[in-house]
C-alpha cells in the first residue's frame, strides 16, 4: 500500500513557476515508477510526465516538453514537478500516480493516486 500526499499547488500568473510535491508513505518508494496527470475543468485526466523507478528516465507530453521536468528523490520518498512558463491552459488539477513496474503514460496502469493540488494560472 502506497498513500501519495500532493503539495505545491495555488494561484499564478502566465509566466510564473511552481513546483508540486507528492510525498509517498512507506518504504518500497524505489519500486514504483510515478506520474503526473492533471485534469482540467470539464475536462477528463491526462498524462503529463513520467519517471522510471531510479529516475534515470523521464517522459513529458508536448504540451509541457521544454517547460516542465518530472524528477524523483527516492531517499527522501518524493518526486516533484517544476512547472516553468505556466500558460492559462495549464490550469487544472494535478495528480500523481504510482505503479509498480516500469513507467506508462496509460492512466488506468497506475495503482495509487494522490487527492490531487489546484493549480490555477491566470492570463
Known amino acids: 500500500q502506497v498513500q501519495l500526499v500532493e503539495s505545491g499547488g495555488g494561484l499564478v500568473q502566465a509566466g510564473d513557476s511552481l513546483r508540486l510535491s507528492c510525498a509517498a508513505s512507506?518504504?518500497?518508494?524505489?519500486?514504483?515508477?510515478m506520474a503526473w496527470f492533471r485534469q482540467a475543468p470539464g475536462k477528463e485526466r491526462e498524462f503529463v510526465a513520467a519517471?522510471?523507478?531510479?529516475?534515470?528516465?523521464?517522459y513529458a507530453v508536448d504540451s509541457v516538453k521544454g517547460r516542465f521536468t518530472i524528477s524523483r528523490d527516492n531517499a527522501k520518498n518524493t518526486v516533484y514537478l517544476q512547472m516553468t512558463r505556466l500558460r492559462p491552459e495549464d490550469t487544472a488539477v494535478y495528480y500523481c500516480?504510482?505503479?509498480?513496474?516500469?513507467?506508462?503514460?496509460?492512466?488506468?496502469?497506475?495503482?495509487?493516486w494522490g487527492q490531487g493540488t489546484q493549480v490555477t494560472v491566470s492570463s
Open positions: 519517471i522510471g523507478r531510479s529516475g534515470g528516465t523521464t
Open positions: 512507506g518504504r518500497t518508494f524505489s519500486r514504483y515508477a
Open positions: 500516480a504510482a505503479r509498480a513496474g516500469p513507467y506508462s503514460v496509460i492512466e488506468a496502469l497506475y495503482d495509487y
